[in-house]
């Protein structure tokens, strides 16, 4: 299936602008063949840890958009947004599928505690699965990458793949290409992470959108610039990387749970 990463900045805290603008990134990912194109994080608004502005129900504004243009163009989209919550907010990825649907919704497990988003938004508590085209995916967000064990459980229920929505700055751009290849490598699946660019209130970003292939390998990379970023997820490359080495087999998941007290 060919995917299409939509690195892009945001019209700051203006989703209507920002959907005018990713419009056609949606209408030229499809052109080019996309089954498939995700957004960075909070892509409509910027991502802010501690910002309540904006807050949308999933019925609002920037899903709604979204909903639209995957039906107008027959493609799926993945995007990113503030979701309505009591007593807090959720950083909240949504799949919508080719007909507008909703496949899967996703809230941040880990919310960036080092800049207090922890305590602004509330935490997610589920996986977020999905099937496209054959394949089985599964979303994270950008600090979830420094926490193996939610790939892990995507691994175990078969996912092919997850898509990491994020906002990673420039200054630690280094772990962002680290976490990507490991978390793909351990868990012999694509990890594709689609970063913001430009500088904006709250930090300093650098792109280098990429994917890494189930042997870790980075199969496609961005640069600095806003850019589509095409590249292939393939369900049989997962499956031969987990047959011809598979290390799966010897975890020992009991002796773990014992060894966790």
């Known amino acids: 299936m060919k995917c299409c990463s939509a690195q892009v900045a945001a019209c700051w805290e203006d989703p209507g602008a920002t959907l005018a603008k990713v419009a056609p990134c949606i209408r030229k990912a499809a052109a080019g063949g996309a089954s498939l194109v995700a957004f960075p994080e909070q892509f409509a608004t910027g991502w802010d840890p501690c910002s ?6 999933v019925t609002g504004q920037t899903v709604s958009a979204l909903r639209e243009l995957a039906c107008e163009h027959s ?32 809230a ?22 999905f099937e496209c085209h054959g394949l089985r995916l599964g979303i994270a967000i950008c600090y979830d990458l420094r926490f193996p064990e939610v790939f892990r459980l995507y691994a175990e229920r078969g996912v092919h793949g997850v898509v990491v929505p994020s906002a990673w700055p420039e200054s630690r751009i280094r772990h962002w290409e680290l ?25 300093t970003y650098a792109g280098c959108s990429m994917t890494a292939g189930p042997d870790g390998s980075i ?18 490359t997962v499956e031969e990387a987990r047959h011809a ?12 749970r014992k060894l966790d007290w």
């Open 245 to 256: 080495f598979p290390v799966h087999n010897d975890r020992r998941n009991d002796l773990y």
């Open 75 to 106: 493609i799926a989209v993945i995007g990113s947004f503030r979701e309505a919550g009591s007593p807090l907010p959720r950083n909240t990825s949504v799949a919508i599928g080719s007909d507008g649907g909703i496949l899967a919704r996703y």
């Open 219 to 236: 199969v496609t990379r961005a640069g600095r610039n806003e850019t589509l970023l095409f590249f292939d997820l393939d369900a049989a």
């Open 108 to 129: 941040k497990i880990h919310p960036f505690a080092p800049a207090r988003e922890d305590t602004c938004y509330a935490p997610g508590n589920d996986l977020g699965i």
């Open 179 to 203: 976490f990507i290849r490991a978390r793909a490598a351990e868990n012999q699946m694509f990890v594709a992470g689609i970063n913001t660019t430009g500088s904006n209130p709250v930090d």
């Open 52 to 57: 309540h502005r904006n807050i949308q129900e």
